[in-house]
Structure formats: C-alpha cells, structure tokens
C-alpha cells in the first residue's frame, strides 16, 4: 500500500521505500506511530531539504527526530479522537492542542487522585521537569 499526500511524487516515493521495509513497518507499531502521520512528516523533512535544493536522503538522525515527533503527534491525534482534547492550526503551519472540556474534567479528576500525582510528583523529580 502506498501511501500519497500532497508533496512532490519524487518525495513521496522515496519515503515510500521506508514504509515497504517491515521493519520499520513493526518500529511504527510497537511505538504506537501512526504511519500517515509519520509519513507526511517524513515527507515535510524531505521536503524541506528539497525546497533549499539538497538531496531529499535523510540521515538516522533526522529520521530518529522526526519518529520522536511522529510518536508524539499520533499520541496528541489518539486523545483528540477520544474527544479529550482539540487543536487549531497557528500562524507557523502547527498544531496547538488544547484540553476539551470533557478532557478538563478528566484533569481534574486525576489531580484529586494521590497516586497520580504521586507518579506526577515522582516523574517531576525525575527529570527536573514538568
């Protein structure tokens, strides 16, 4: 199955090779990465360095940036079909998620649980952020 968007067919081909290995078929779904949402961004990279006139071959590094965020836009696109959150588009082409009301409830319910925030709390610690 070959995946289309709105980039050139040259872009699109080759970022089809990567969605005819199984490999990186099976990374996509052991990380929960939806594959439309990793091929348009994997698109958008190529893309990009099309548009400057560079060749369109992605190195590991930029693939592995552009997996990370393809893993975080499909987890963002999972709670907006649960209806927990919605987006708009802003003036720089990008996705602002915000909390629906069904998903502030949801907050609120799960700061009135201590074991929640107790992990919240430990995750704080942890990584010195949040």
């Given at each position: 199955?070959?995946?289309?968007?709105?980039?050139?067919?040259?872009?699109?081909?080759?970022?089809?090779?990567f969605f005819e290995q199984k490999f990186f078929l099976i990374v996509l779904k052991e990380e929960g990465i939806r594959e439309q949402i990793a091929?348009?961004?994997?698109?958008?990279?190529?893309?990009?360095?099309?548009?400057?006139?560079?060749?369109?071959?992605l190195?590991?590094?930029t693939l592995e940036k552009i997996l990370k965020k393809s893993m975080i836009k499909s987890i963002m696109e999972g709670l907006k079909d649960r209806g927990l959150i919605?987006?708009?588009?802003?003036?720089?082409d990008e996705d602002v998620y915000f909390p629906t009301p069904m998903g502030?409830?949801?907050?609120?319910?799960?700061?009135?649980?201590d074991e929640v925030m107790e992990i919240v709390?430990?995750?704080?610690?942890e990584d010195g952020k949040m």
């Open positions: 199955m070959k995946l289309t968007n709105e980039y050139p067919e040259q872009i699109q081909n080759y970022v089809n090779t091929f348009d961004l994997i698109c958008k990279g190529c893309f990009d360095k099309f548009i400057k006139g560079e060749n369109i071959d190195d590991i590094d919605d987006s708009v588009i802003d003036e720089k502030k409830i949801l907050i609120e319910k799960l700061k009135s649980d709390n430990k995750i704080k610690t």
